[in-house]
């Protein structure tokens, strides 16, 4: 398989937590990583797990891996109206030298 | 500070001319790739280099070519054999494989192509 699959947009409050998932096909894949991209702008790296992690915290981020179902989630805690953007899952298939694999994106909209 | 510059960020093309979109980086980085960004699409491959003088295809490379004379940079032009160019174009880098951080891709801005 070659897709990276996420929802299309996600919408919440100021204060709540955002939850963005991402399933990729790849049982090689060796590192996930997130992307945040604001309008008109290139993508900004955000975080990113190896394959043999369950979970990374890292400030209001916490991403979550599901080896076995092939599934890949972001939590924004305390989500805040700068956090509307679209964010990308992202893989990097096997040992060698690859090129990453991006998803379509998911929209996050945040209102106050 | 070390980034990755795309010049031009708007650029506008008649049908049937070529056009040079640039990319340079500073960060001594090894690999470099050109993505396609149009609306409910994500990103799509076109080139990307690991080394100089070398460059592959990615999956949309028709009608598109590129050149890799210098580490810093990795021009694309956008060829009349393009049949919708008209895109958001974006040009990375990174450190080369190896994965976690020398893995993780750093992005330019963008150039917004429109064909008129």
């Known amino acids: 398989g070659e897709d990276v699959e996420q929802s299309l947009f996600l919408s919440v409050r100021e204060g709540d937590s955002s939850v963005i998932n991402c399933t990729y096909t790849d049982s090689s894949s060796t590192y996930l990583y997130w992307y945040k991209q604001e309008p008109g702008a290139g993508l900004q790296l955000l975080t990113y797990i190896f394959s043999n992690m369950d979970m990374k915290q890292d400030q209001r981020l916490t991403v979550l891996l599901n080896k076995k179902d092939k599934h890949l989630s972001l939590r924004i805690a305390d989500t805040q109206t700068g956090d509307s953007a679209i964010y990308f899952c992202?893989?990097?298939?096997?040992?060698?030298?690859?090129?990453?694999?991006f998803g379509k994106g998911t929209m996050l909209l945040v209102s106050p | 500070d070390g980034g990755i510059t795309q010049s031009p960020k708007y650029l506008f093309r008649k049908e049937g001319q070529n056009v040079t979109l640039s990319c340079e980086q500073n960060?001594?980085?090894?690999?470099m790739y050109w993505y396609r960004q149009d609306p409910g699409q994500g990103l799509r491959l076109i080139y990307y280099s690991q080394i100089v003088n070398d460059f592959q295809k990615g999956d949309i490379a028709e009608g598109y070519s590129v050149s890799r004379e210098k580490k810093e940079s990795f021009p694309l032009t956008v060829t009349s054999a393009q049949k919708n160019p008209t895109a958001f174009y974006l040009c990375?880098?990174?450190?080369?494989?190896?994965?976690?951080?020398?893995?993780?891709?750093?992005f330019g801005s963008g150039t917004r192509l429109t064909v008129v």
């Open positions: 960060l001594n980085h090894d690999a």
């Open positions: 992202a893989e990097s298939r096997g040992s060698g030298y690859s090129t990453l694999t």
């Open positions: 990375a880098s990174s450190k080369g494989g190896g994965g976690g951080l020398n893995y993780g891709y750093t």
